[in-house]
């Protein structure tokens, strides 16, 4: 999956090279679930025509797409909910805000130039990042009086060091004191940047959120280099900053941080309403999930009532031989 020529760029790269093996092994785990499928078999009932007709039960049989974090599918989910968010905004005019307040937060970290700055590699600084980023959040919180935000991470482009994007959706601007407060405590009392490479605010009022491309846009541009749609378009930094946030969920015995970090965070209240999903005309009952990798099938799960209703799902045609 990864293209060969990053991977020699990593293998050749002096400040890169230590990662290596996590690359090969991020490499690995994208080529295994590449070809891996989930087989799903249950029954579907209660099913109606556009008329109003009822359809007959049918047994379902179906391969569907491992999905994780670097599939195009997962990308596609992405974009589904970003839209989700868009027509909410469209449909209730009340409730848009009034203002955006976009920050960026960086912190001091090593660079091919500073190859030992800081003391701290990309995946430990990765933790220390999202702890900060954490607390950071927490506080802006209380400050700022909203619920509303997006997070959104991505690798430094000239390191691979992590960064976060979080736009905030307000109804009133916040006062200068309570913007140097947000500054004071990322780049002092967290210690992670400083005056000129820490933390930048900007507030814009969204005037172009009628216009679904130009609100998509925001995250999407960031959330490129995360996805494996725009894999041609990595670099070798990427590649690192992916490996990172894919041995982030990784337990410590493994090399990983045992959290898992997510590049796209929308916060409760937004996630709410992105989730939202269209209402199925239809009921199911699952009988068992599979995981099919070369030709081989493993039960992931079965339902207690399999042995009852395996027989009504091979009576309609279903077969599991």
């Not at 099913?47 to 974090?69: F, N, W």
Request: proline fraction near 5%; hydrophobic fraction near 35%; charged fraction near 25%.
């Amino acid at each position: 999956m990864i293209p060969p020529v990053l991977i020699e760029q990593i293998r050749e790269d002096n400040f890169l090279k230590y990662m290596l093996k996590r690359v090969l092994q991020f490499d690995n785990y994208l080529n295994t679930t590449n070809a891996m499928k989930i087989k799903i078999r249950g029954i579907k009932y209660d099913e109606h025509t556009q008329d109003g007709d009822l359809l007959d039960p049918v047994a379902v049989d179906e391969d569907i797409d491992y999905i994780h974090r670097w599939t195009p599918l997962y990308d596609r989910r992405i974009l589904y909910k970003l839209y989700n968010l868009q027509y909410y905004y469209l449909a209730h005019t009340s409730k848009m805000p009034k203002f955006t307040m976009m920050i960026t937060l960086t912190g001091s970290h090593a660079s091919p130039q500073l190859p030992t700055k800081n003391g701290l590699r990309h995946l430990a600084y990765f933790g220390k990042f999202h702890e900060a980023h954490r607390r950071g959040k927490q506080m802006i919180k209380k400050y700022l009086k909203t619920v509303d935000y997006l997070s959104i991470l991505e690798g430094h482009p000239t390191s691979g060091y992590v960064h976060a994007h979080d736009n905030y959706f307000l109804n009133q601007l916040p006062p200068e004191k309570t913007l140097e407060i947000i500054e004071n405590h990322w780049n002092n009392t967290q210690k992670m940047g400083s005056r000129d490479h820490g933390i930048k605010i900007e507030i814009k009022e969204p005037k172009d959120f009628r216009d679904i491309k130009s609100f998509i846009a925001y995250p999407l541009a960031y959330l490129g280099k995360t996805s494996i749609g725009a894999l041609s378009e990595w670099t070798k930094y990427d590649v690192i900053f992916n490996t990172c946030l894919w041995l982030s969920g990784k337990s410590k015995l493994f090399g990983g941080l045992n959290r898992r970090v997510r590049a796209f965070q929308p916060s409760r209240s937004l996630s709410a309403i992105m989730n939202k999903k269209i209402p199925k005309n239809y009921k199911f009952v699952p009988l068992e999930t599979l995981l099919k990798f070369s030709n081989e099938e493993k039960i992931l799960n079965r339902s207690p009532n399999y042995d009852k209703n395996i027989s009504a799902w091979r009576s309609l045609g279903g077969n599991d031989e």
